[in-house]
């Protein structure tokens, strides 16, 4: 049996969604005949609250002594400190890096004085292109730089070939996480004439992600006399400033704050769900959304989310929406509201969705193919 090849895997921190990708994907990259490590640029960051035990670990991997740091509210680069060291260690037969960090500028310029292939894995779309113009010619540059490229999905495929990519070089890698734990959950049913239509929404509460829009929504149904509740799930910055936002628009006992809410808690979060809000205003992909489909609830889910193009079949498992426009959100939660059968059916077919083409099974296909081309 030929030796396994070395393929070294460059990324951020540990996540309690990766690490099951990791694990399937050591399973997977064997039978193509290459051996993965995971480097990880340091073991976290502020932002992060969640904590992930040594035994979830199932592949091998390196934590470098990276820093944070931090650029913006919502914005903390890596400096990858100790990579180029780690990849002259493990002598890698192939890199695959996550997005245009530093830590994929100096695997670049190890794989090229090495002379082994630089694949690039990123969800980064058209909608939040880089403004500054050193930034994107950055991106060009490695993308030039890269023989392969894995993408989140169809809009993250389509920036790399805009960027330069040849399109027969780009594998999509659905972002995905453990469905199987949402799978399982009982999926939406319709509210009886008495209970109200139950929301959830679940994210960072930063201005990006405009969570406003589903309080205002709200405020708006409620006017429409449709009997409507929304669970907000989450922490940031704007916490404070969405609460008085529910006070003002008058349904502040329709709005509840569930504060942080680890992995367990958000499966009993989805659980207790009629239909689920995504309101982002900027997001290259949206593992929510995923989450709530795999749950089997419906989903409005933001025009402006990488996600949505490739999940939501309209009126099928769900809606894609401009939450700005109050009007539409609340015609579609009227839909939701006065078709019995609606919600358990989009339920039901969001679920399906998921489990057809967005596991963690079909993105390892494309981490398979890639591998296999070199």
């Given at each position: ?86 990849l002259k260690e493990r002598e890698p037969a192939g890199i695959i890096c996550t997005g245009y960090s530093a830590g994929t500028m100096a695997a670049a310029r190890y794989a090229r004085r090495a002379g082994i292939p630089l694949a690039i894995w990123s969800g980064t779309t058209e909608s939040v292109q880089e403004r500054a113009w050193w930034r994107r010619r950055q991106r060009r540059w490695l993308v030039g730089k890269s023989n392969a490229f894995l993408a ?101 006992d329709r709005v509840r704050f569930l504060g942080y809410q680890d992995y367990d808690a958000l499966q009993a979060a989805y659980a207790g769900a009629h239909a689920f809000l995504f309101t982002t205003g900027r997001d290259i992909w949206g ?88």
């Open positions: 049996m030929d030796a396994l090849r070395p393929l070294v895997v460059v990324t951020n921190i540990p996540t309690p969604y990766r690490v099951p990708l990791f694990n399937l994907l050591d399973r997977r990259l064997r039978t193509a005949g290459w051996e993965l490590e995971v480097v990880f640029g340091s073991r976290g960051n502020r932002r992060r609250r969640w904590r992930i035990p040594p035994e979830a670990y199932g592949f091998r991997h390196h934590f470098l002594e990276g820093r944070n740091v931090r650029l913006a509210r919502e914005r903390i680069v890596n400096t990858y400190g100790g990579l180029t060291r780690r989140y999905g169809t809009e993250a495929r389509r920036y790399l070939v805009a960027l330069g990519a040849p399109a027969e070089r780009v594998f999509i890698a659905w972002n995905t996480v453990d469905t199987s734990r949402f799978d399982r959950l009982a999926g939406a049913h319709t509210p009886d004439r008495y209970e109200p239509l139950r929301l959830l929404t679940v994210g960072y509460l930063e201005r990006r992600k405009r969570v406003d829009t589903a309080i205002r929504a709200v405020a708006a149904a409620v006017e429409q006399e449709l009997d409507v509740v929304l669970d907000i799930a989450g922490e940031g910055s704007e916490r404070a400033a969405l609460e008085g936002l529910a006070r003002d628009c008058g349904v502040a593992l929510v959304l995923v989450e709530a489909m795999a749950a089997g609830l419906p989903c409005l889910s933001s025009i402006r989310a990488g996600a949505t193009r490739d999940l939501v079949l309209e009126g099928e498992t769900g809606y894609a929406v401009d939450f700005d426009d109050t009007d539409a959100v609340v015609e579609r939660l009227a839909r939701l509201r006065r078709d019995p059968g609606r919600i358990e059916y989009m339920g039901n077919e969001a679920r399906n969705r998921i489990r057809d083409h967005f596991t963690l099974d079909h993105s390892g296909r494309g981490w398979v193919k890639l591998v296999r081309e070199w």
